[in-house]
């Protein structure tokens, strides 16, 4: 896979977040990008049951599982700030057997899905962000496919997305680091949507927080 | 996912007639060595048996996948049945396995090294291998052999529930004899 970058782009004022992807994707299909079928990228959440925790003595951790449809025989599993591991889809029957030790967080399963767009060398994905039923935001991922180095096609990457996402523009994914020089791998991109859901799933708490009492 | 599994082990001077047999009786194929590095993780919880997985690289094939492979309690089935059954999982990963397995709070007990050939008849895998135990944790170009001998081992994954699978590894084993033989283990004799 090349170079990616995975952003979030707030919803326009005014309209709602099937609006705002109508708007991204009209002005993706004026810039002469072509529809290439769809993707889906979904997370679970884990925690380390109560049980584990005693004997351990340590912290609960939270373990993300999580698959992206381009990747579809595959499995990847990580903590925030840890390694991520890329298994196939046998890890998922695993996490069953380990039931007893990790347990699935409530309502934690957070997902994106919309449609993929070639444009030249870059494959653009605008997603719809779902908790349960409803929408919680849009994702887009840029990909530069002939690139997989960093620091090599960042600029490139950056003029592309200002094209269309304008002052919503991200800034450089925190994935890239140090690590100039570093070959760019799909693990990489599974680290940018955790992060990004991480961020939305807080943006969501902090709307349901600032809810009036009824 | 089930494997069938029986054991038995020859002495090291009769390895090469087990071989030459082996090589008549499998598939066609070019003989199959390997050189295996097996970690083995338990994550303990107030369970009163740990959650245990065996992580296993080739230490002599640059670029294959780490193996991660969970095996269930001996199934107490059906006592004529002539192989140990037992529900398995296999996993492909990548090469960082082993800081996973930690961040996920396993912790290693113990590894070896396995060194031998690899056979197939159908289905079926016989292995034959030499287990060698390192001498340095972590360290395993400094190894011992652990006996003189190799462990003979036929085994096959096969869907739940098809036992016809035992009665095919029977047969085999029985054209093993009497060069070794193979029988299933008594998992209680190991504990």
Known sequence: MGVTCVSQMPV????????????????????????????????????????????QGQAGKLMYVMHNSEYPLSCFALFENGPCLVADTNFDVLMVKLKGFFQSAKASKIETRGTRYQYCDFL????????????????????????VVASDCWSLLLEFLQSFLGSH?????????????????????????????????????????RKPNQ | ?????????????????????????????????????????????????????R????????GAPWHLRYLGQPEMGDKNRHALVRNCVDIATSENLTDFLMEMGFRMDHEFVARGHLFRKGIMKIVVYKIFRILTPGNT???????????????????AGQDVVSDDMRNFAEQLKPLVHLEKIDPKRLM
């Open chain 2, 1 to 53: 996912m089930m494997p069938g599994t029986v054991f038995r082990s020859v002495l090291d001077h009769s390895l090469e007639s087990l071989i030459h047999r082996l090589r008549g009786l499998c598939d066609n194929m070019e003989p199959e060595t390997f050189l295996d590095h097996e970690m083995v993780f338990l994550l303990k919880g107030q369970q009163a048996s740990p959650f245990v997985l």
């Open chain 1, 12 to 55: 326009a004022e005014g309209k709602n977040v099937q609006q705002t992807v109508e708007l991204l994707t009209r002005k993706l299909e004026m810039l002469g990008a072509e529809k290439q079928g769809t993707f889906c990228v979904d997370c679970e959440t884990y925690h380390t049951a109560a049980s584990t925790l005693g004997s």
């Open chain 2, 55 to 62: 992580a296993r690289r080739s230490m002599d094939r640059a």
């Open chain 1, 169 to 209: 523009t991200p800034g450089a994914p925190t994935v890239f680091g140090n690590r100039h020089d570093a070959v760019y791998s799909p693990a990489d991109t599974m680290v940018q949507y955790m992060e990004l859901f991480n961020k939305i799933r807080k943006q969501q708490q902090v709307i349901e927080k």
């Open chain 1, 124 to 147: 653009v994905k605008v997603g719809t962000v779902t908790m349960g039923p409803s929408a919680r935001g849009i994702s887009v991922e840029v990909e530069y496919g002939p690139c």
């Open chain 2, 141 to 159: 170009d400094n190894t011992e052999a652990l006996s003189l001998s190799y462990l003979v081992e036929l085994s096959v994954v096969a869907p």
